[in-house]
């Protein structure tokens, strides 16, 4: 089990950015998938970004490829989500998720993560 606490996430103007973090407790943090996920009101819960345990590969939605980056210091146990260019339709509850056993075909399915943030709101003015 690891413990995530997600922050960072406010107001911001469209084509302004944001940086996510998320500090993890618990077990060895270095073994664990990571990864991020949004859900907007009303609507499903998607794939952002995440970045594996091993080689520390980087996988990303096409909605924002180009503006995110994911990145992990394994030192301070702490996931960040780099946001440029923000659009207002990135407006979303941000969750970071994490899982030891996340195969590299699951990456971006959210039944594949068992751990959770409470999440943190980046809302984007337009």
């Known amino acids: 089990q690891v413990q995530l606490v997600e922050s960072g996430g406010g107001l911001v103007q469209t084509g302004g950015s944001v940086r996510l973090s998320c500090s993890a407790s618990?077990?060895?943090?270095?073994?664990?998938?990571v990864g991020w996920f949004r859900q907007a009101p009303g609507k499903e819960r998607e794939f952002v970004a995440a970045?594996?345990?091993?080689?520390?590969?980087?996988y990303y939605a096409d909605s924002v490829k180009g503006r995110f980056t994911v990145s992990r210091d394994s030192a301070k146990s702490t996931l960040y989500l780099n946001m440029n260019s923000l659009k207002p339709e990135d407006t979303a509850v941000y969750y970071c998720?994490?899982?030891?056993?996340?195969?590299?075909?699951?990456?971006?399915?959210?039944?594949?993560?068992?751990?959770w943030g409470q999440g943190t709101q980046v809302t984007v003015s337009s």
């Open positions: 618990g077990r060895a943090f270095t073994t664990y998938t």
């Open positions: 998720a994490a899982d030891s056993s996340v195969i590299l075909s699951n990456v971006r399915r959210s039944a594949a993560y068992k751990n």
């Open positions: 970045i594996r345990a091993s080689g520390g590969h980087t």
